[in-house]
């Protein structure tokens, strides 16, 4: 397949931890606009100075620095044959830019309850050595690794609620936006990680 494809749902719905089964079987590279603003926040570049505000306080970031961000990003040549995108798009306007710069063929949508999505969010953890995301229930940590972990500045309980709030504004109608354009396919992301897995191979087999 040649175009992009967009992994969709909440936040905390899983999507960088799936994405990797994805990578592994399109080779397309994974384009994270939560990482790549993560980033820019800890080299305290321009972009991270104007982004850190939002994030911390469960916001989106505009609309324009996020289309900027993306359209640097893909006039690298790995993404000359599709990419993988996690995070984005995020609202209307951003699809609407995007479709102006590569063709999407396919979405797949994580759907997750928001009771769900707190408690996995709260509970998340990351390796800052290697990036690796776990969670103190649903993927415990090896023991030596424990002490190393650190955990998202906003990832806490009450700027998680504001991130599903901005998830139910703005991003949420964008799931029926590509419904109706035929490209959505839905998968249960409450299964165990492994299960969430095997749904999201079945609906890369059958793009
Ligand atoms: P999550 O999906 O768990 O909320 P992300 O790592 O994707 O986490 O994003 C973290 C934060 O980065 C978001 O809350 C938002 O402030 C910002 N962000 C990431 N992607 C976008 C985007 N496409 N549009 C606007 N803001 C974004």
Do not use: C
Request: hydrophobic residues 35%; aromatic residues 4%; glycine residues 10%.
């Amino acid at each position: 397949m040649r175009g992009s494809i967009v992994l969709f749902g909440p936040p905390g719905a899983g999507k960088g931890t799936q994405a990797e089964i994805i990578v592994e079987m399109t080779g397309k590279p994974q384009i994270s606009t939560g990482d790549m603003l993560r980033s820019a926040v800890s080299q305290g570049s321009e972009l991270g100075l104007e982004a850190k505000g939002y994030m911390e306080s469960g916001l989106l970031v505009p609309d324009q620095v996020i289309i900027g961000l993306i359209e640097d990003r893909l006039r690298e040549s790995d993404a000359s044959n599709g990419v993988l995108f996690d995070g984005f798009p995020r609202t209307i306007p951003q699809a609407e830019a995007l479709s102006g710069i590569t063709e999407v063929s396919a979405v797949i949508s994580i759907e997750v309850p928001d009771e769900d999505i707190v408690n996995r969010i709260v509970g998340r953890r990351m390796d800052p050595e290697t990036g690796e995301i776990f969670h103190v229930s649903f993927k415990p940590p090896p023991p030596e690794l424990e002490n190393r972990l650190v955990q998202r500045k906003d990832d806490n309980e009450e700027t998680v609620r504001m991130r599903l709030s901005a998830y139910h504004d703005q991003t949420k109608p964008l799931g029926d936006w590509y419904s109706n354009m035929g490209i959505l396919t839905k998968i249960d992301g409450t299964g165990s990680i492994q299960e969430v897995s095997q749904s999201v191979a079945k609906a890369v087999r059958s793009l």
